[in-house]
């Protein structure tokens, strides 16, 4: 694809983005800033909150986004919020629930303060169809809520006070979404998000920073769950360096906080650990959840963690809400314009070789235009024809509601909807993908094709320099994340003339698709799905977590990781050009057989 010194040129520019990159680390990484936190005897009563998440539990079980369970358990959090001298009021919304359209219902209460910022505390109290009281998921985050709500009703605040019990978080934090225009007009400063309690004894408590589609946890909020956990002698656990760009690069949060960030208002959610994970995977999201041993420490843990945040919160002169960071260490983080910074500059190696295959491609060009028509440029979109069809079909079909419609998150872990495919859906798309495929017959027919591995290597790398500016356009953290790599790795790609070249070409773009199918195998464990996870992919573009455009550039890598696995790996391998031809390049010298020529030229291209 390249000559021998354009190689090395791309090597020095790699080896000088490095440099660039650790230079900017070294200068740029500023201290995460302290705040001022001071330790407080917390009134939050754990006994009190486990009884409430025993009634939630027990007294008010299938609470199931639009069921007469969730009405009466919104109706007893009214009450109860009216009885602590809180003004209640509700928030009702509709959203689609497995095909039908169903309403939610946000039960807000708030106290005002002396200023007219706020901050907030929400949990959920809708649960699964898979369960029954859905005690640890999510009646104790109600416990814990109702209880903060009465330890501060009385105690003296700049900053007004809210406490939400939000609904429809199973099926996407919709919920949230909505309180989000409320929020604003409350100039909520900062929203602390309770879920999960689990049953047991707690060694921390955690926090969740991922926005819904955009947004993060500010750095100072972080900081300040850290800083009032230790004042409360409570360890809390953050996300380390590479699992935060993970979360930045996804987008998908699991959690009320997440719509949230989206809107740019400052949240996360809390939650203790657990030191017996299996036995809490096997209790989530089943039946199993319900009430029993509550550790009242835990839910010391959470509540006093929370009191403590609140009281800090209210006493900070001025709040910022900035999102634009990345956490380096515990102790450094990064500016947004220096991490923006860095994300270019590891572009140059991409693009200069982008560049140099463009020169090469356009260099080598016949002088005949009926002999290499400009047409071979655009032949690898052409296999973008069939997995489009079958996207526009998967949209239509949802439309419809023949796929039966969800709000955004498509059923919850362990819905049997999960495991089965609509032979209905699975139908039309395989007819929708083999319609493409007869368009895409048609079309290669048409299109010309590189006679050479190497004509055709640059422009799959051509195309793939245009999927890695479309991600990082859309969104940074996802491009290096899925596609650093694997464009790293297909400049690298040998001409197939030997079985170990095509061994080392099939290792390293495996390499490049190894943080893609590494995340696939953690969520499709995680979510309880194994290679389901793929179905969930799909269900995931019907349902719009994942834009138009998202899907289209995800289709676009696909084809051209796949075309340069056939052309690297399975292909024939063919380096020559007709003689004379290369405006003034010498030509290939021919070989015996003439349906193998030697891998370089005379300038040393590959």
């Known amino acids: 694809m390249l000559t021998t010194p354009q190689r090395i040129a791309v090597g020095l520019c790699l ?18 800033p302290l705040l001022p936190v001071t330790p407080i005897a917390a009134k939050f009563d754990p ?81 699964q169809a898979t369960s029954h009281q859905a005690a640890e998921d999510n009646a104790s985050g109600i416990g814990v809520l109702l209880e903060l709500a009465r330890a501060l009703r009385n105690e003296p605040h700049r900053r007004g006070l809210i406490f939400v019990a939000t609904d429809a978080e199973e099926w996407g934090m919709i919920g949230a979404r909505a309180l989000a225009g409320f929020f604003r007009s409350r100039s909520t400063a900062a929203v602390i998000s309770i879920d999960y309690l689990t049953r047991g004894p707690a060694p921390a408590v955690g926090i969740d920073c991922s926005g819904q589609m955009g947004g993060y946890t500010p750095l ?66 089943s039946v199993e959840d319900v009430f029993g041993d509550f550790d009242p420490q835990s839910f010391r843990m959470v509540g006093a963690t929370i009191e403590q945040s609140l009281v800090a919160l209210d006493r900070l002169p001025q709040i910022e809400a900035s999102m634009n960071y990345w956490r380096a260490s515990q102790a450094s983080y990064l500016p947004d314009g220096i991490v923006r910074l860095i994300q270019l500059v590891g572009l140059a190696p991409i693009l200069l070789a982008g560049l140099f295959a463009a020169i090469n491609l356009e260099r080598d060009r016949p002088p005949s235009p009926a002999a290499a028509p400009a047409t071979a440029l655009i032949r690898p979109l052409a296999y973008l024809v069939p997995p489009l069809l079958a996207l526009v079909t998967l949209y239509a079909l949802t439309a419809a509601n023949v796929l039966p419609r969800w709000e955004l998150y498509p059923a919850t872990p362990k819905d049997p909807f999960l495991d089965h495919i609509p032979i209905s ?34 422009i799959l790398y051509l195309w793939l320099c245009v999927a890695v500016l479309l991600s990082f356009l859309l969104n940074p953290y996802a491009m290096w994340l899925f596609l650093g790599l694997f464009a790293y790795m297909a400049r690298l790609l040998h001409p197939p003339r030997k079985r170990a070249l095509r061994v080392a070409d099939a290792l390293m773009l495996l390499l490049g698709a190894a943080p893609f199918v ?45 075309r340069l696995f056939r052309i690297s790996v399975f292909g ?29 030229d005379g300038e040393g291209r590959e």
């Open 47 to 127: 006994t009190a909150a486990i009884e409430v998440t025993r009634v939630v539990a027990e007294q008010y079980p299938d609470r199931v986004t639009g069921s007469e369970g969730a009405r009466r358990a919104a109706e007893y959090l009214r009450q109860r919020f009216h009885a602590l001298g809180y003004t209640a009021s509700d928030q009702t919304f509709t959203m689609w629930l497995r095909g039908a359209r169903v309403e939610g219902d946000n039960v807000m209460a708030e106290v005002q303060g002396q200023i007219p910022e706020s901050v907030a505390v929400i949990a959920h109290y809708d649960g």
């Open 220 to 285: 100072w909020l972080r900081q300040l769950l850290a800083q009032a956990g230790q004042a409360q002698g409570v360890r809390v656990v953050q996300p380390g360096a590479a699992w935060e760009w993970v979360e930045r690069a996804l987008e998908v949060s699991a959690q009320d906080q997440g719509p949230l960030l989206r809107a740019g208002i400052p949240a996360l959610n809390i939650s203790p650990l657990t030191k017996d994970d299996d036995d809490a995977r096997r209790r989530y999201h």
């Open 572 to 600: 024939k391998f063919s380096g020559m050009r007709p003689a004379g031809i290369g405006h003034g390049i010498k030509p290939e010298i021919r070989s015996a057989n003439p349906q193998i020529s030697p891998i370089t």
């Open 425 to 458: 859906v699975a139908g039309a798309l395989a007819l929708a993908f083999l319609a493409g495929y007869g368009i895409l017959r048609l079309l290669k027919n048409r299109l010309a094709e590189p006679p050479s591995y190497s004509g055709k290597k640059r």
């Open 518 to 562: 590494a995340l696939l195998f953690r969520f499709g464990s995680q979510i309880f799905l194994g290679w389901r996870i793929l179905w969930y992919l799909v269900l995931q573009a019907a349902y719009h977590v994942w834009s138009p455009m998202a899907a289209v550039v995800f289709l676009l890598s696909t084809v051209l990781w796949i």
């Open 15 to 32: 080896l000088g983005t490095v440099v660039v990159i650790l230079l900017i680390v070294l200068v740029a990484r500023r201290p995460v």
